[in-house]
């Protein structure tokens, strides 16, 4: 009886070994890109920010009628420093007001050193006049005597790895940027403000549920005639949804009826958000969802998530992707064509404000009442793809 060894050389094993190597180099391959976006995200991570000294007023600056005014709502822990700084601790709801002047266009220009820089960080051309701790009767008084063009209260949510000075500039230019179209709110949650605080952001912000509840309610009740939208990006469209979702479960329809919610680049599994939906049920206008096929910043929590897709990287011209946005009442708009104000490709949504919120303000938008997918090319006209509908374009308002 011949010999036999533990080494074969027969087809089959020689295809086993082939198909290890070959499934090691895909590993391999996995490994790398990974590895290529947390280093992306990290560089990006290592750009200038601004410290928390911006966030206190200038001295001998009067105040004009053109400063914009940002309420702040967070649950960061105020740390005992002087000047006081919310950091990535947690607490209790506090409340602050701030008085914000945008640059002059020249002084803007230098800062900025580009039409699309501007956008990158918005501490260079906004600077801090007034700064106000509140109370909560105060803050609710601070809300009916802001400047608006009309009673709609505008919150923003912001996402992972932002600190609360990096949150107020960036509320003051989305305010510049669309008209004031709406009294500015921030919900600030506790945000480490570092790339490597992913998992102790996304516990933060689940710490942060009940109290964007609380503020979202607060808002309902002291203002029962106005709109309240509800923007959340990144992390924070995870925390906007489980806040409304928890507002349905309550039963608090006069809440969740009154909210016009956008979700920018969201970091948010898939399967959850369909989840969420549920739950939430249709809205009226729609969710808007704002999706980048190419952000980096998603790609890298997809794989820290197992590859499971985020929703903010769907497509709008995916079939499956159409089906859900039609299925569950979601408007889904896909802006991969906007520049990117940085690599991570992951803040378009700033761009598409500044460029868009005028034709959204005076209806040139009609057919976005309407939950589908939507497609912004590259000349900056939206097409509206959902299934068994004929693609119409809507021309991109001056």
């Excluded at 649950?75 to 709801?93: C, E, I, S």
């Excluded at 329809?253 to 939906?277: E, K, S, T």
């Excluded at 005028?358 to 000349?379: D, I, R, S």
Aim: proline share 5%; charged share 20%; with cysteine.
């Amino acid at each position: 009886m011949p010999l036999r060894t533990s080494f074969s050389t027969s087809p089959r094993h020689r295809s086993s070994s082939r198909d290890s190597l070959a499934g090691s180099a895909s590993r391999s391959e996995r490994r790398g890109l990974t590895i290529a976006l947390v280093l992306t995200v990290m560089l990006a991570g290592c750009a200038s920010r601004p410290e928390p000294q911006t966030l206190q007023p200038q001295a001998g600056m009067a105040r004009e009628a053109s400063d914009i005014t940002i309420l702040a709502a967070t649950d960061r822990a105020q740390t005992d420093a002087t000047p006081p700084v919310f950091g990535g601790d947690r607490g209790t709801l506090r409340y602050e007001r701030f008085t914000i002047r945008q640059l002059s266009s020249a002084e803007a220009a230098a800062q900025a050193n580009g039409s699309i820089a501007r956008y990158r960080d918005p501490s260079k051309v906004f600077v801090t006049t007034g700064r106000h701790a509140l109370n909560r009767s105060d803050f609710v008084q601070a809300i009916g005597q802001a400047d608006a063009t009309d009673k709609t209260i505008g919150v923003f949510v912001h996402g992972y790895n932002t600190s609360y000075q990096e949150a107020v500039f960036r509320l003051a230019q989305l305010s510049a940027e669309t008209d004031r179209q709406a009294v500015p709110i921030l919900f600030s949650w506790p945000s480490q403000g570092d790339f490597r605080g992913y998992v102790a952001d996304r516990d933060s912000a689940t710490y942060a549920r009940d109290d964007l509840v609380e503020l979202l309610t607060m808002l309902s009740r002291s203002h029962a005639k106005g709109n309240i939208t509800l923007v959340g990006h990144s992390m924070g469209a995870w925390l906007v949804m489980e806040a409304v979702r928890q507002l349905r479960l309550q039963g608090r329809d006069d809440v969740v009826n009154r909210l016009q919610i956008g979700l920018a680049a969201p970091d948010i599994d898939i399967d959850v958000f369909r989840n969420q939906v549920a739950a939430v049920g249709r809205l009226s206008p729609p969710i808007t969802v704002l999706v980048s096929r190419d952000d980096r910043a998603l790609a890298v929590s997809s794989r820290l998530a197992g590859g499971k897709p985020r929703l903010g990287l769907a497509s709008a011209d995916d079939p499956q992707i159409k089906a859900m946005a039609e299925r569950d009442g979601v408007r889904i708009i896909d802006i991969t064509s906007l520049p990117s104000i940085n690599a991570l490709n992951h803040d378009r949504f700033v761009v598409f404000a500044a460029r868009y919120s005028h034709a959204a303000q005076v209806g040139a938008f009609g057919e976005l009442a309407q939950a589908g997918a939507f497609l912004l090319n590259a000349t900056g006209r939206i097409l509206l793809a959902p299934p068994t509908r004929i693609a119409r374009i809507i021309e991109r308002s001056p």
